[in-house]
């Protein structure tokens, strides 16, 4: 059986486990030929815990957001060498595992590469590992990278 790649999904999230994923999956893309799809999910906060004043209006945290998401790919792409690799940045909001699996789903994945670790505890301690949920409910295999 021959295993041809077509499509690679890279979830980044400005970590360095997420530049070690995107760079290998820049090498597996640029070996094979795949269009690479690098993606980023960011998780919006769920309320406000500031100790004072206001919290922003839904419009400013969203173009807060999106400015994250889009230095976060800037920075990644400027980092890698992509010369001869058919590329596109993906930005979404919502939960990152979930959002990366329909992603896989959508654009009928060959593969997705990730990071081992990129949250903070915190977040892996109260709804667990993205890299674990992933791994589990992919529809596509997953290259995970220490």
């Known amino acids: 059986m021959t295993w041809n790649l077509n499509t690679i999904i890279v979830g980044v999230d400005g970590s360095e486990g997420a530049e070690r994923a995107a760079r290998h999956a820049v090498d597996v893309a640029r070996t094979t030929g795949a269009k690479l ?67 896989a789903e959508e654009r009928n994945a060959d593969l997705m590469v990730i990071g081992r670790r990129g949250a903070g505890l915190v977040e892996r301690v109260i709804i667990g590992s993205v890299a674990d949920r992933i791994c589990h409910h992919s529809p596509c295999p997953v290259l995970l990278i220490p």
């Open 37 to 103: 799809y690098i993606a980023t999910v960011v998780r919006p906060p769920e309320g406000w815990w500031g100790i004072g004043g206001a919290p922003p209006t839904p419009e400013a945290l969203s173009t807060a957001l999106i400015e994250g998401q889009k230095e976060v790919l800037d920075n990644l792409v400027a980092a890698l060498d992509l010369e001869g690799v058919d590329y596109e940045t993906l930005q979404d909001l919502g939960d990152p595992a979930s959002r990366l699996i329909a992603i």
